[in-house]
């Protein structure tokens, strides 16, 4: 069974600007959640979506946004870019919800802000 | 407020000797807890977790204990091998919750061969 796919995994973006970043995940499972790791905050989530809504959403600016398709697939969406919105973002995976399940994560997107 | 701490940076151990890494939390709700590892440039790749109505869960060489009275839980490697050397978060979920882990900071696991 294939993993967690992201894509893309390196992208540079200029102030301002704005990105959009995609998760593809396990066959199977409908949850998918996306974290953001830096140096400094280490791995903090951003928000959990589930069938297509939003369960759950960390302390993040409205800025960072996101949503799911119909096929479970995860965008996250980050406008006005800022420097310090450089960072590895994760998104993982899981087959349930509403109990404890690990998820599974892919291999990121590492974005960087000039 | 970090609600979940991983107090020592980094842990340097032999080849076949015991690895022991801490994590330590301040949420009572919190009922489930995980332990990943992660190499440079990759996503973190699930270990193995325990939920709060166990004190141990074992799942090969890898062991996690789990003292819910110190809100204290660590992962025991046996035999550490020079493979494991990796960065390790401890995560913590609450039900209700459960999609939003906690993480940890992390520590540096160094096997020497």
């Known amino acids: 069974k294939a993993g967690v796919t992201q894509t893309p995994r390196y992208l540079i973006k200029t102030r301002g600007q704005q990105v959009t970043l995609s998760c593809s995940p396990i066959?199977?499972?409908?949850?998918v959640s996306w974290y953001q790791q830096t140096p400094g905050q280490g791995l903090q989530f951003l928000f959990e979506?589930?069938?297509?809504?939003?369960?759950n959403k960390g302390n993040f600016p409205g800025r960072f946004s996101g949503r799911q398709f119909s096929n479970s697939r995860s965008e996250m969406n980050v406008s006005t870019l800022e420097l310090g919105d450089s960072a590895l973002y994760l998104c993982?995976?899981?087959?349930?919800?509403?109990?404890?399940?690990?998820?599974?994560f892919g291999p990121g997107t590492r974005l960087t802000v000039t | 407020d970090q609600q979940v701490k991983q107090n020592s940076p980094s842990l340097s151990v032999q080849e076949g000797r015991i690895s022991i890494l801490n994590c330590d939390y301040t949420?009572?709700?919190?009922?489930?807890f995980l332990w990943y590892k992660k190499y440079p440039a990759e996503g973190p790749t699930f270990l193995i977790s325990?939920?709060?109505?166990?004190d141990k869960n074992e799942d090969g060489r890898f062991t996690v204990f789990l003292n819910k009275s110190a809100k204290h839980l660590s992962l025991h490697i046996v035999p550490s091998q020079p493979g494991d050397s990796a960065v390790y978060f401890c995560?913590?979920?609450?039900?209700?919750?459960?999609?939003?882990?906690?993480f940890g900071q992390g520590t540096t696991l160094q096997v020497k061969p």
């Open positions: 993982a995976s899981r087959g349930a919800v509403n109990t404890n399940y690990e998820q599974y």
């Open positions: 066959s199977g499972h409908r949850s």
């Open positions: 979506y589930f069938s297509e809504t939003q369960r």
């Open positions: 949420n009572s709700m919190f009922d489930y």
């Open positions: 325990i939920s709060s109505i166990k």
């Open positions: 995560a913590a979920s609450r039900s209700g919750n459960t999609g939003k882990l906690i």
